[in-house]
């Protein structure tokens, strides 16, 4: 860690620093200005106690990390990035991956005319909500074990793999016996013990990024998953709570960008979350291709206008097909299969 010192402090207050870096177990190496002093504090940030405590002290102006506190999700522990397999699918790879299904499974008729079309369009993966998450307790809550159940007819019937959210750690044992990826939504992100309990399923993750989630916020709560032994960890930007109005999230590529810079796990973006209307998923699948994103997870649905959640950002199948078929010519210029 690197201790900026105010310009002019004595000489006594200097070597007050020094010496509280030493006992926090750190080795000092000043660096003397002819107004100012930097000490470079050596050691593992990671293993060894904070230095911003020392910013109780009047004389500290600023105390700046050197190593990144997101160790095990960082490019610097892994430089190449890492392919998920996903029961025979690989995320991460050169092949771009597509999940698609409704937002929330509402009959086995639903679910299954669905399952189907985004096969045929190319999906490989079906997501489908069988527990949701809403803001108010007056609506459509899911199915439930019934919608675990017509998810596992679904996955026999297709052969896609299913990815769906689980809301509680009471509840991965039985939600894992059914999906292929399990599904921790953006109000769930920084649920910790949701997170440990996920991993210790040993099924994929897709980590689905916080609304007023910070970058590094996000990538930290990626680490519980694979220090608690799960490397299978997909990221997603599913769109961030801003000032803006005219759709129900602000989709940030500019993260999508950030994250694959700065971690090796593959990223998937979710338009539908991501805006919240329909009329710019298309858009916004061809932006995200365009910095990085190793799939899209989107919502379908047989008849968005009677969806029992979210329709509004639901295409139905034929725009799913018109959409597979305009992202096309930016796969192939992102050199994605």
């Given at each position: 860690m690197i201790v900026v010192i105010r310009p002019h402090a004595?000489?006594?207050?200097?070597?007050?620093?020094?010496?509280?870096?030493?006992?926090?177990?750190?080795a000092p190496a000043p660096i003397h200005g002819e107004n100012q002093?930097?000490?470079?504090?050596?050691?593992?940030?990671?293993?060894?106690?904070?230095?911003?405590?020392?910013l109780a002290f009047p004389q500290v102006e600023r105390v700046m990390r050197v190593q990144k506190r997101y160790r095990l999700s960082s490019r610097e522990a892994?430089?190449?990035?890492?392919?998920?397999?996903?029961?025979?699918?690989?995320?991460?790879?050169?092949?771009?991956?597509?999940?698609?299904?409704?937002?929330?499974?509402?009959s086995e008729k639903q679910l299954l005319e669905t399952a189907f079309a985004v096969k045929d369009s190319g999906a490989v993966i079906l997501r489908g909500g069988a527990y949701k998450p809403?803001?108010?307790p007056y609506e459509f809550q899911g199915l439930g074990p019934e919608g675990l159940r017509l998810l596992a007819k679904a996955k026999k019937e297709t052969g896609l793999k299913i990815v769906t959210?689980?809301?509680?750690?009471?509840?991965?044992?039985?939600?894992?016996?059914?999906?292929?990826?399990?599904?921790?939504?953006?109000?769930?992100c920084q649920n910790f013990q949701l997170l440990i309990a996920c991993a210790k399923a040993k099924k994929p993750v897709l980590l689905k990024r916080g609304m007023s989630q910070r970058i590094e916020e996000w990538l930290l709560a990626s680490e519980y998953l694979?220090?608690?032994?799960?490397?299978?960890?997909?990221?997603?930007?599913?769109?961030?709570?801003?000032?803006?109005?005219?759709?129900r999230n602000t989709l940030d590529l500019a993260a999508v960008a950030i994250a694959k810079r700065e971690s090796h796990l593959p990223v998937i973006v979710d338009p539908s979350q991501g805006c919240g209307r329909a009329d710019l998923v298309i858009t916004l699948c061809c932006g995200a291709i365009s910095v990085g994103a190793d799939g899209l997870i989107i919502e379908v649905h047989p008849?968005?206008?009677?969806?029992l959640s979210d329709g509004q950002q639901q295409v139905n199948f034929k725009g799913f097909a018109d959409l597979v078929r305009q992202i096309e010519p930016y796969l192939t210029a992102a050199k994605r299969k």
């Open positions: 004595p000489a006594n207050e200097i070597d007050e620093v020094i010496r509280e870096v030493e006992v926090l177990g750190y002093t930097v000490v470079a504090a050596i050691g593992d940030e990671n293993s060894l106690p904070t230095l911003e405590s020392l892994h430089p190449a990035g890492s392919i998920v397999d996903v029961d025979g699918v690989a995320v991460g790879g050169p092949k771009f991956v597509l999940m698609a299904g409704p937002c929330s499974v509402e809403r803001t108010s959210e689980v809301l509680s750690e009471f509840d991965v044992e039985k939600v894992a016996e059914v999906a292929d990826i399990l599904q921790v939504g953006a109000r769930n694979l220090a608690n032994g799960n490397p299978k960890v997909l990221l997603c930007e599913r769109g961030i709570r801003t000032f803006e109005t005219y759709t008849n968005p206008a009677e969806a």
